[in-house]
């Protein structure tokens, strides 16, 4: 090789050389940014929280990471109304409280920041009804796992949207469908058509109330006959109308025909349901079982089980006194459950006060007194886990 080659050679080399060391160095640099940058990310998000923290005797550790927060308090559906408990700030800006024990229930809470209510950030588990957005824990033990997701065969819930022509809407409901539905298309079933409160939405009797999970661990206990269960909006009202009516049997009017005329219909049309009277239930808690009782009643050639949690109205007498004059006739017709709370005064009372007249009147009814519960979800819950073993059968 000439000293001319060679010396072009090695330019070439050195060339090449530079090139490599600078696409060395552009890595490094990239590389040592990147672990800036994440170092930073780390530190703007703090340490890795856990909340909440249940521990093996029912305690509750709630944890927030927020530095700059002037203030933190929980408020759950533990305690009374407006009840607070007062987050603590340690020095890496994570806050905590320890609240219990609790008793195994499910329960929802809500944290407030410098006054601002919020659902816990670390915690996936949330609810949202007619009223409120909230986090959701379940404190495990004897009761709770009744509605646990359990290692059990699952049923399915879809959310259905069907026109009414009568309210001049477009509306929703869910439906659960039981475990095997999809796989075996012989097979039909009953149907209970399952009403929420006053303070919640189509949606509550599957977030709050666990409704799938109640059935399908029944269902696989062999305790409750595979159903369909309907869960529809129980707002209704007519085009031009402002407000429900207030009053008697009216007040339901709208809803009352929208559900027979064409809900119910319209899911024996679409579903594989037993569509007769005797394999058709209602039931509802409070407004719902308010519901339950007036159109239920008014309706024995479409329903032959009710059931009313925590829902007998005020006017009670007059929507039994159709039903007391028929006395022990009455018993072919329907099969009556009510349920209540212990700590719900009112609505307990008032079922005591039924179960009075009916028993006069020698008609057959059950009742469930749901012991140290309140007009809350833990009482319903309760009251379908009850009534469903009882349908059907």
Request: charged residues 20%; neutral net charge.
């Amino acid at each position: 090789m000439t000293g001319n080659g060679l010396e072009k050679l090695m330019q070439t080399f050195k060339n090449l050389t530079m090139k490599v060391l600078k696409s060395v160095f552009t890595i490094v640099f990239l590389i040592g940014l990147v672990s800036v940058q994440a170092q930073e990310m780390a530190q703007r998000r703090g340490p890795r929280i856990v909340s909440p923290e249940i521990s093996g005797d029912n305690h509750i550790t709630f944890n927030v990471y927020s530095p700059d927060a002037q203030s933190i308090r929980v408020n759950g559906s533990w305690m009374g109304f407006g009840d607070v408990a007062e987050l603590k700030k340690n020095d890496e800006g994570v806050w905590s409280v320890t609240v219990g024990p609790l008793s195994p229930s499910l329960y929802h809470y809500n944290l407030i920041i410098d006054g601002v209510s919020v659902i816990d950030p670390a915690n996936p588990k949330a609810m949202r009804d007619g009223t409120r957005y909230a986090s959701t824990l379940i404190v495990p033990g004897d009761g709770s796992e009744v509605f646990q997701v359990n290692d059990v065969p699952h049923g399915s819930v879809a959310k259905v949207w069907y026109n009414s022509p009568s309210l001049g809407l477009t509306r929703r409901l869910y439906v659960y469908t039981p475990p095997g539905y999809d796989k075996d298309n012989s097979t039909r079933y009953p149907v209970l058509y399952l009403q929420h409160g006053a303070g919640e939405l189509e949606m509550e009797w599957t977030h709050s109330g666990k409704a799938n999970f109640i059935l399908d661990n029944l269902i696989a206990e062999g305790k409750a006959l595979p159903m369909i269960i309907v869960m529809n909006n129980g707002f209704a009202t007519r085009t031009g109308q402002t407000g429900q009516t207030p009053a008697g049997n009216a007040r339901w009017s709208a809803f009352e025909e929208m559900l027979i005329k064409e809900v119910i219909p319209d899911i024996d049309a679409n579903y594989r349901t037993i569509s007769d009277r005797e394999h058709r239930a209602m039931a509802g808690l409070s407004m719902g079982g308010m519901q339950t009782f007036t159109i239920g009643l008014n309706r024995l050639d479409t329903f032959s089980h009710l059931g009313i949690f925590s829902g007998v109205p005020n006017n009670y007498t007059d929507l039994l006194k159709g039903v007391l004059e028929q006395g022990p006739a009455f018993n072919q017709k329907a099969k009556l459950w009510f349920g209540a709370g212990t700590e719900e005064a009112s609505f307990h009372n008032r079922q005591k006060e039924v179960q009075d007249l009916l028993v006069k009147s020698g008609i057959k009814a059950q009742f469930y007194d749901s012991q140290n519960t309140a007009h809350e979800f833990q009482t319903w819950r309760r009251c379908l886990h009850q009534f469903a073993q009882l349908l059907f059968k």
